[in-house]
Structure formats: structure tokens, C-alpha cells
């Protein structure tokens, strides 16, 4: 069993920035991919920003050149850096987790976080 535990959403006003946290714990397991989703309110849940073992990253158009995810795979935590945020970036954010267990059965999983709260005020 994994657990991830979010951190960083809140309230600010367009044009400022956040960073977004998600520590992975538990135990035998290793982790490949981490990434951001997020949902607005009546939406689906989108892809904000992936990233790989290897490190290869992953963005929506909508947050290119804005949103920056990076990983520190000594601490299994992934980050995304908000920047330039609109109002249209309002939304929960979710962590989500691609996992191998390191002992039989070596199976793969996927988590997902809580959420965390981003509100942009125009």
C-alpha cells in the first residue's frame, strides 16, 4: 500500500504562483511515473503534468511554459511549479502514482491523492 499526501494548494490572485507537493510513502514498492491531474468543477479530469522514472515530462498546451514538474526520488516526492496562474487554472489538483511492488507479486499500481484546493481570483 502506498500513501501520498498533497500540500501547497491556495487561494491567489492571477498572475502569481504556487508550488504544489506529493510525497509518496509505504513500503516495497518502487515508483516509475508521477504526475499531475487536475478537475474543475462540472469537468473531467484532465492531465495537467507528467513525469517518468527516466525523467521524460509531459504537459497539457494549456500549461506549457507555465508549469514546471520535477521529482526528487530520494524523498518519492514529485512537485509542479504554478506560474503565471489564471483563473482558468482553478481547480482540485490530484497527485497520481505509478507503482511496481519489489517483492512476488511484482504488479503494478496506480494511486491517487486526496486533492488539493487551487483558486485563482481574477
Known amino acids: 500500500q502506498v500513501q501520498l499526501v498533497e500540500s501547497g494548494g491556495d487561494l491567489v490572485q492571477a498572475g502569481g504562483s504556487l508550488r504544489l507537493s506529493c510525497a509518496a510513502s509505504?513500503?516495497?514498492?518502487?515508483?516509475?511515473?508521477m504526475g499531475w491531474y487536475r478537475q474543475a468543477p462540472g469537468k473531467q479530469r484532465d492531465l495537467v503534468a507528467s513525469?517518468?522514472?527516466?525523467?521524460?515530462?509531459n504537459y497539457a498546451d494549456s500549461v506549457k511554459g507555465r508549469f514546471t514538474i520535477s521529482r526528487d526520488n530520494a524523498k518519492n516526492t514529485v512537485y509542479l511549479q504554478m506560474n503565471s496562474l489564471k483563473p482558468e487554472d482553478t481547480a482540485v489538483y490530484y497527485c497520481?502514482?505509478?507503482?511496481?511492488?519489489?517483492?512476488?507479486?511484482?504488479?503494478?499500481?496506480?494511486?491517487w491523492g486526496r486533492g488539493t484546493q487551487v483558486t485563482v481570483s481574477s
Open positions: 497520481q502514482v505509478a507503482v511496481r511492488r519489489t517483492v512476488p507479486p511484482a504488479r503494478c499500481y496506480v494511486y
Open positions: 509505504g513500503s516495497d514498492f518502487s515508483i516509475n511515473a
Open positions: 513525469t517518468t522514472s527516466g525523467g521524460s515530462t
